[in-house]
C-alpha cells in the first residue's frame, strides 16, 4: 500500500504513547530444570527426522541484520514516485526450533528498500519484539512455536509455555508477538503486525534504517490482538481493525480515527473460535469472515492434528456492518458454500449490493506450510472470486473469476472501499513459491474454458518471472496519488529471489502494460528470504513520520 494521507504539519497531532519493551526473564534454576525436562521430553516424543524445510533453501533464515547498504547496482531506471521506502516482512527465526517449525513461526525481520534521486539503499532489521528479546537474553528458543502444536505433544508444549510464563521464567507483559506478517502507515506511523498480538512501531530514519521504537496499545484501550490486515480509508485517514481470540467474545472490530485515537470496542457474536486472517470495508460497511477453520485443542490430542482444523461440512458465513455502529445489532449475515480466505482485495457497494472481491481457498490445510513442502501444488484450489451481499433481499452469490492458484491480490489503495477495475495477484507454484504476477481487469468477463492462469479474458497480463525465479507479494504505487488519474497508472515493485544463482533482488514493472521487460532490477547484496506481506512508504508520509518523531522524541526516549 502507497501510504498518501497528509498529516498536518502545523500543529502537534494527538498521538497514542509508545510502550517502551522491556521485559525481565529469569535465567535462575527454575529456568534451567524446565529446559532439561522439556528436552527429555522432545528426546522421547518429538521425531527429529521430520522433514524442516521451511528452515532450508531460500526459507532459510539470515540471522545477521544489514545496516543500510548504499549505491546499489540498479539495472534500469527507479521512477519518481518510488521515491521513500519499501518493506516486506516475513518469518527469520533467530534461533532454532526445539522441536517443530510452521512458517508462521519465525521472528519478524523486515528488508527495506530506501529509494531517492534514482538510488538505492538496502537494509534489513529484526523487529525488536519482547519475545526476540527474551530470547536473545537466553540464547534459544523459548516460546512455544505454532509447529509444535500438534496432538499430545502440542499439549506438552503449550503446558511448557504456561509453566515458564506462571514461574517468571518469562515475561509475558508486552505478549509474545513475532511481529511477522504484514506492515501499514497510519497517523505517522509504520506498524508492524501479527494477528495474535498487539502492533509495534517502526521508524524509518533518514538512510533507510529501521528502528523498532515499542508497541502500541492506544492508551490502554487495547486489550485484545490486532490483526495483521486492517484497513486504511484514503478518503477519511480512519483505520479499521479486528482481533480474534480462542474465548469470547471470538471477534472484537475497533475503529481508529485518523488522529489515532481508538474507539470502544464493539464485539462480534461468532459460535465458535475461528481463524480469521483478513476483513473488509466498503464506504459504509465493514465486511466480517466466518469461516469454519476451528481452534480445535481437543482434536489436536486426539486426532494428533494442527491446532487449527478445517470443517468442510460447514457453510461460510460473511457478516455485514455498519462501520460506525457502537455494538452488532444491526450486523446483517450471508452463507455461502463452504470454503476459506486468507485475502481479501478490495469491497465496495453498488446499489443494494455489497461486492467483495476475494482469493477463495477450498479446504486449506496449514500443514501445508509446517514441516514438508510441496515443490508443486496437487489439489490446492486458490482463485479469484466475486461475491455479491444484498442488504435488501438477504441473497448472496458468488462467481469465479480466474483459475487457480492466485494470491496476495493488491489493489491501487487510493480505492480502498471504492469501486475499482483492477487486481494484482500472486501466481503460486506451490505453497509459497510465486513464480509469476497477474493483472487482472474485473470490467472484462473470465474465460471459464481456461483451465489455467494465462493471459485472455479478464487476464490483462503476466509477468513470468522465469525458471527456478521466485517472487513476493507485489505492492501498486501510483504515478501519481489519489483517483485523479488512471487507476493502473503506475508501479509494481516486489522482491525475487534466483535460486539457480542465490542472489536476490527488487524489481520494479510497469502495472499498465505489464510489459515483460522491467523497469528497474535493484541487486541486494544477500539473499532475502521468501517472506510475508509488503508495504511502501512514500516521501510524502516519511517526511510525516519524522515531524511526528521530532515531536514525540522525548516522550517516548528515543535517542
Known sequence: MAAIVEESKSSKPTSPQILIVNPKPSNGLTAKAIDFVEKLMVKWLYDSKLPQHYLSGNFAPVREETPPRTDLLVKGYLPECLNGEFVRVGPNPKFSPVAGYHWFDGDGMIHGLRIKGGKATYVSRYVRTSRLRQEEFFGGTKFMKIGDLKGLFGLLMVNFNLLRVKLKVLDDSFGHSTANTALVYHHGKLLALSEGDKPYVLRVLEDGDLQTLGMLDYDKRLT????????????????????????????????????????????????????????????????????????????????????????????SRFGVLPRYTKNELLIKWFELPNCFIFHNANAWEEGDEVVLITCRLNKPDLEMVSGDVKEKLENFSNELYEMRFNM????????????????????????????????????????????????????????????????????????????????????????????????????????????????????????????????????????????????????????????????????????
Do not use: C
Not at 525465479?469 to 501519481?480: D, L, Q, T
Not at 525475487?496 to 541487486?523: L, Q
Open 224 to 315: 485484545h490482538n490486532f490483526t495483521a490486515h486492517p484497513k486504511v480509508d484514503p478518503f477519511t485517514g480512519e483505520m479499521f481493525t479486528f482481533g480474534y481470540a480462542h474465548t469470547p467474545p471470538y471477534i472484537t472490530y475497533r475503529v481508529i480515527s485518523k488522529d489515532g485515537v481508538m474507539h470502544d470496542p464493539v464485539p462480534i457474536t461468532v459460535p465458535a473460535a475461528i481463524m480469521m486472517h483478513d476483513f473488509a470495508i466498503t464506504e459504509n460497511y465493514s465486511i466480517f469472515m466466518d469461516l469454519p477453520l476451528y481452534f480445535k485443542p481437543k482434536e489436536m490430542v486426539k486426532e494428533n492434528k494442527l491446532i487449527f482444523s478445517f470443517d468442510d461440512t460447514k457453510k
Open 392 to 559: 435488501k433481499t438477504g441473497h448472496a452469490s458468488q462467481r469465479q473469476l480466474s483459475a487457480s492458484a492466485v494470491d496476495f491480490p493488491r489493489i491501487n489503495e487510493s480505492y480502498t472501499g471504492r469501486k475499482q477495475r483492477y487486481v494484482y495477484g500472486t501466481v503460486l507454484d506451490s505453497i509459497a513459491k510465486v513464480k509469476a504476477i497477474i493483472k487482472f481487469d474485473l470490467h472484462a468477463e473470465p474465460d471459464t474454458s481456461k483451465t489455467q492462469l494465462e493471459v485472455g479474458g479478464n487476464v490483462l497480463g503476466i509477468f513470468d518471472l522465469g525458471p527456478g525465479r521466485f517472487g513476493s507479494e507485489a505492492i501498486f504505487v501510483p504515478r501519481e496519488p489519489g483517483i485523479t488519474s488512471e487507476e493502473d497508472d503506475g508501479y509494481l515493485i516486489f522482491f525475487t529471489h534466483d535460486e539457480n544463482t542465490g542472489k536476490s533482488s527488487v524489481t520494479v514493472i510497469d502495472a499498465k502494460t505489464m510489459s515483460a521487460d522491467p523497469v528497474a532490477v535493484v541487486e541486494l547484496p544477500h539473499r532475502v528470504p521468501y517472506g510475508f506481506h509488503a508495504f511502501f512508504v512514500t516521501e510524502l508520509s516519511l517526511d510525516s513520520v519524522n515531524v511526528v518523531w521530532d515531536w514525540e522524541d522525548d516522550d517516548i526516549g528515543v535517542s
